[in-house]
């Protein structure tokens, strides 16, 4: 399959997967999400022994790409976004192969998300990271729920509920990093753990990844349909609107009661 907004490459058995919209700091589109599920159902069926996640140029992700989601029109293209993502996550989540992400940049909103969601997860020092959804009226419906399975619920409402930027630092204090890697450095610690993991059985690797996901299977699922109707009326709200018209046009929003 050609991919128009990621690029695949592979080394022996480690296949990377780069974000690539680096006009738009790799912001996510329906396209770029569609590709990204699609090139993660490919890796489960290939001899791909570990999968590093990355961006192209200067940023991770910056997020769902605002313009694009304000295309989508009324409760079907609402729901449509929501469920896609969450297909999007699990894929990340549920893959059989062990993941490392390579933050570099900003890794923003749904961009922290897919960070998160690796297995492992190595920062630059500029590594950024943030979970600003509610600075333009929406709320961070999905990602919210492997948050707060990562973290707590304490550290999570600090974060969900500010919206505040945030360092590798802090990130690695608060668990959501594994290692913080001089920017020159993490292709030779990409390798060194690739190599580590390659070393180790493909079977019990895949199966002891679809243990712990099971540990929460039942109630992650439910909280995902939560999630996905949270999402759906978010995106029917005034402030929702508002905000998203205030980022796009560079001005404060002027948010209703």
């Not at 313009?67 to 059989?96: I, K, Q």
């Not at 360092?167 to 450095?185: K, M, S």
Request: charge should be negative.
């Amino acid at each position: 399959m050609a991919y128009n907004t990621i690029l695949i490459t592979d080394a022996g058995a480690i296949r990377t997967i780069a974000l690539h919209r680096p006009e738009r700091r790799n912001a996510m589109t329906p396209e770029m999400q569609n590709e990204l599920i699609s090139a993660l159902e490919d890796t489960a069926a290939s001899r791909s022994r570990v999968l590093v996640l990355t961006g192209s140029g200067g940023a991770f992700c910056s997020g769902l790409d605002l313009a694009a989601l304000r295309e989508a029109r009324g409760a079907e293209d609402y729901r449509a976004d929501a469920e896609r993502t969450a297909r999007l996550f699990l894929a990340l989540r549920d893959l059989p192969v062990p993941t490392i992400a390579a933050v570099r940049g900003p890794a923003i909103a749904g961009g922290t998300g897919l960070a998160m969601l690796c297995d492992f997860t190595l920062a630059a020092p500029d590594a950024r990271f943030g979970f600003t959804e509610v600075r333009i009226g929406f709320i961070p419906a999905l990602v919210s729920i492997f948050l707060s399975l990562q973290i707590g619920d304490k550290h999570s409402r600090d974060l969900l509920l500010t919206g505040r930027i945030f360092g590798a630092d802090e990130a690695l204090r608060l668990g959501l990093v594994n290692e913080i890697v001089p920017a020159e450095e993490m292709e030779k610690r990409i390798e060194e753990l690739a190599g580590i993991l390659i070393a180790n059985s493909p079977q019990a690797l895949s199966a002891t990844k679809q243990l712990m996901g099971a540990d929460c299977r039942a109630w992650l699922d439910a909280a995902i349909a939560n999630a996905i109707e949270a999402s759906v009326h978010a995106r029917d709200t005034s402030d929702f609107h508002e905000g998203i018209a205030a980022f796009l046009e560079k001005r404060q929003p002027a948010w209703t009661k």
